[in-house]
């Protein structure tokens, strides 16, 4: 192949990372499941897919600013399930919805504060976290049930002007995180946070008077709050409080970060990757399942297109 | 004239340990100022006072009269300090504009970052300095020098006074340099303060014009340079004369343990041979790039020649070499190459120097033998380099150049070789580690080892070797005796290369 089309494909161009590669296997899988399943392209199958890939894409969009910063967020997942847990106390919703964001921006700070402060491993700290968040859902709901707030019900379920709001909720995610990612000094501060981390130079930004800790914490309180914002969509789809809804949904969302060509390392990624990342596990498992595929199987394909695609990637350290 | 920069006795102490002991420096406008000193002897640490890297413990920095402190280099930069670090300080994910705007962005009206005039007004200071560079590239992209000369333009942006510049050449070739010292001078001529450190004697004669002297952190004094010359230069930095710095000559020659004929770098370079004895030094001078590099490097398979014969201790060695187990290879025939970046192909920096020194003798070894613990010989080692350390446990990136330095020399001297092959032994090494590492090459040739140089200070050469073989166009075209070779011959052989007849 032309080298400098494989550089395009494998992001050796820019800091977007490679999100080229798996814009082409979506489209590929999307044109594949056309041809092969007459069930594909109809409306309520694809809504059932944006459905399907929002609070993934949620999560995941909300772990890019921390690997992009050069951190990890483990915590999500139980985060995700407390979220529902706390909304279905059966109180007002303009006490609960309040109040769980609260608890995500709280959870947010502790994680960065112990990872900037206490110089913990991003990956130790957020993994305890998500321990303590876990025996506290449990605690709180040992099993599923309770009911929302009707605002949650709604603001889920609900169809304005005859647009699905699941349609609605992934613009509004999609756009904030991107005037906050790319619209922002502390967008292009996280990168420089994740390249000098890369290089080998945490000092780097520092030096150009970027406050580095300031930006890590905000970025975990970020990535908390598009947690609890899945939490709420999940709490909407699922009518109950859940302490196992959101387990595994750090890792789901880290395999649409790095399928997305956001380099784990920080300082590389991009949102558009991220997003194309969460659809490309979407497509994957409604294709399979209009396919009857065990999902046994399911779990192990997963694994190897996430191995396929980052492997695609020229891992050059940067700068070096 | 006032000056435009004075440090008013700063003081500044790692862990009980003085660093920068009340000195005093005071700079002014269109002058090129020198910091010498051996290493650990205080430049960097005082020139991280005045950039806002650290916080001086004593004393204050006056600006233009007043009194400053800044907090961290930005501070540091927008009282108008820029400061060119050893290290790279850039982020090489981010634009050259990127870069230059971090931590103030332009904003537009909407709140978002506003890069159109971030990169138009890139793009004029780095016209400014003559650069053609696009201010959105990255800085990943870029050569070391371009990343230097954008660091430069970084402080003509912020309309900097005083420009830092800590070992701005230790990465650069002779073209590079030539043009950072025309940028240099044009600040100068702007009247801007610079600082100035190297260790290339040459470099501070060619640019400076006053030199201050450190030496343990203390301040030995401040000099118009057209007062000293580079011995009494060195003589204030460590209290001798150059001369001294050099161990005496070997003692005659035994056995030809060397013997490369009819070498051919490239396809139509002109071929060489070349010999060498045990208890002599030789040394591969010429301009950068010149194939001296390349002919040493064929040695252990990482540069494939085009033809020749080499023979080590009788014993011929196929080429090409594969550079999978090249360097293995030459040790087991009892040659040793020293390469170049300590840093990067040398040392493994995280791991303690025990480590590093004993490497070489595990690596012998079988892979799965139970590696022994080689205590005393590390100890031995140690001591005989005169490696300054806490202990055989301390890590090897704590050390300073020199010391590193000695401990990737002693690892191939712990190894037994005949013959050692190095590259820049004394590159970021101060005058005193560079006088023992002398000793140390010196030593391994009196005791019947032969020893090939290459290096790009002429002096070194001129003090350190026997013979000096002179390269240029891939070929070697002059010998001179050490003894008897000047500078200026060795510099005219290199240039002037196509008179010179062939040796043959």
Not at chain 1, 63 to 71: D, K, L, N, P, R
Not at chain 2, 279 to 290: C, H, T
Not at chain 2, 456 to 461: C, I
Request: hydrophobic fraction near 45%; aromatic fraction near 6%; charge should be neutral.
């Amino acid at each position: 192949m032309n080298r400098g089309l494989l550089r395009l494909l494998t992001g050796g161009y820019g800091r977007q990372g490679l999100w080229l590669a798996p814009l082409i296997v979506t489209l590929l899988l999307a044109g594949f499941l056309t041809v092969r399943t007459p069930d594909f392209l109809r409306t309520e199958n694809l809504l059932n897919v944006v459905a399907q890939v929002l609070p993934i894409m949620i999560t995941a969009i909300g772990q890019t600013f921390v690997v992009i910063a050069g951190g990890l967020d483990l915590s999500v997942g139980s985060l995700i399930s407390f979220t529902t847990a706390v909304l279905a106390m059966d109180g007002p919703g303009y006490i609960l919805i309040p109040a769980a964001f609260a608890f995500a921006v709280l959870v947010g700070l502790t994680n960065g504060l112990v990872v900037t402060r206490f110089n913990v491993h991003p990956i130790i700290a957020t993994l305890a976290m998500q321990y303590i968040l876990l025996g506290a859902v449990r605690l709180l709901r040992p099993v599923a049930g309770g009911t929302l707030p009707d605002i949650v019900l709604e603001s889920v379920n609900g169809a304005p002007f005859g647009i699905p709001m699941a349609l609605i909720w992934a613009v509004v995610a999609i756009a904030t995180a991107w005037k906050l990612l790319y619209g922002t000094r502390f967008g292009l501060h996280l990168f420089a946070i994740g390249g000098g981390t890369a290089s080998g130079n945490e000092q780097a930004a520092r030096n150009f008077g970027v406050s580095d800790k300031r930006t890590m914490v905000l970025a975990y309180v970020i990535s908390s709050c598009f947690a609890a914002l899945a939490g709420v969509y999940l709490a909407g789809r699922i009518s109950s409080g859940d302490p196992n809804v959101g387990l595994g949904f750090e890792l789901d969302a880290i395999t649409a970060v790095a399928i997305g060509g956001t380099q784990l390392s920080g300082g590389i990624g991009s949102l558009p990757g991220t997003v194309i990342g969460a659809l490309v596990l979407a497509l994957l498992s409604n294709g399979m399942n209009l396919t009857n595929i065990s999902p046994f199987i399911q779990t192990a394909i997963k694994g190897a297109i996430l191995m396929a695609v980052v492997g695609l990637q020229s891992r050059k350290k940067m700068g070096l | 004239m006032p000056n435009l920069v004075e440090l008013s006795h700063i003081s500044k102490s790692f862990g009980g340990s003085l660093a920068v002991d009340h000195v005093s420096l005071e700079l002014f406008g269109g002058s090129v100022h020198a910091l010498m000193g051996e290493n650990g002897a205080g430049k960097s640490t005082l020139m991280k006072v005045l950039a806002g890297v650290y916080q001086p413990d004593e004393g204050e920095i006056f600006k233009n009269g007043h009194k400053v402190s800044f907090a961290n280099p930005r501070e540091a930069l927008e009282f108008g300090i820029s400061t060119v670090f050893q290290e790279m300080t850039l982020l090489p994910n981010l634009t050259i504009a990127e870069n230059m705007y971090l931590g103030r962005e332009p904003l537009t009206a909407f709140g978002s970052i506003d890069y159109r005039k971030m990169n138009s007004d890139t793009q004029a200071a780095l016209s400014e300095l003559g650069l053609s560079l696009p201010p959105q590239t990255l800085v990943s992209g870029l050569s070391i020098a371009e990343r230097q000369f954008v660091e430069i333009a970084h402080g003509v942006k912020a309309d900097a006074s005083i420009f830092v510049l800590d070992e701005p050449t230790a990465a650069l070739n002779a073209a590079d340099v030539e043009v950072l010292n025309k940028h240099i001078r044009r600040l100068r001529d702007a009247g801007k303060a610079i600082v100035y450190i190297s260790h290339r004697m040459e470099e501070i004669f060619n640019i400076c014009d006053t030199v201050t002297v450190l030496k343990d952190g203390k301040l030995v004094g401040t000099r118009p340079l057209s007062e000293m010359t580079p011995s009494s230069l060195v003589a204030m930095m460590v209290g001798r004369e150059l001369r001294d710095l050099f161990p005496s000559r070997g003692q005659g020659t035994n056995g030809l343990l060397l013997d490369v004929k009819h070498f051919k770098i490239g396809a139509s370079t002109k071929p060489f041979s070349l010999q060498v004895h045990g208890g002599e030094i030789v040394g591969l001078a010429g301009l950068e790039g010149q194939g001296q590099q390349k002919f040493l490097r064929s040695l252990i398979g990482q540069f494939q020649p085009f033809s020749g014969t080499v023979a080590i201790k009788g014993k011929a060695l196929p080429l090409p070499v594969n550079p999978a187990w090249g360097v293995r290879r030459l040790r087991s025939m009892g040659v040793a190459f020293v390469p170049e970046d300590r840093k990067e192909e040398g040392l493994f920096l995280g791991l303690p120097i025990a480590h590093n020194i004993a490497i070489g003798l595990h690596s012998a070894r079988s892979e799965l033998a139970i590696a022994k613990n080689y205590r005393q010989l590390i100890a031995d080692s140690i001591k005989s380099l005169n490696v300054r350390t806490t202990g055989p446990q301390a890590h090897a990136g704590s050390l300073s150049g020199g010391n590193q330095q000695k401990v990737l020399l002693g690892r191939y001297l712990a190894e037994g070789v005949d013959i050692l092959l190095v590259e820049e032994p004394t590159r970021g090494v101060d005058v005193g580690a560079k006088s023992e590492i002398y000793k140390l090459l010196r030593d391994f040739a009196a005791k019947g080892g032969a020893v090939i140089v290459l290096s790009r200070e002429t002096v070194e050469l001129i003090g350190l070797c026997d013979r000096i073989l002179v390269v240029h166009g891939n070929t070697v075209v002059s010998e001179m005796a050490g003894a008897s070779a000047a500078e200026q011959d060795i510099l005219n052989a290199a240039l002037n290369a196509e008179a010179v007849v062939e040796q043959e």
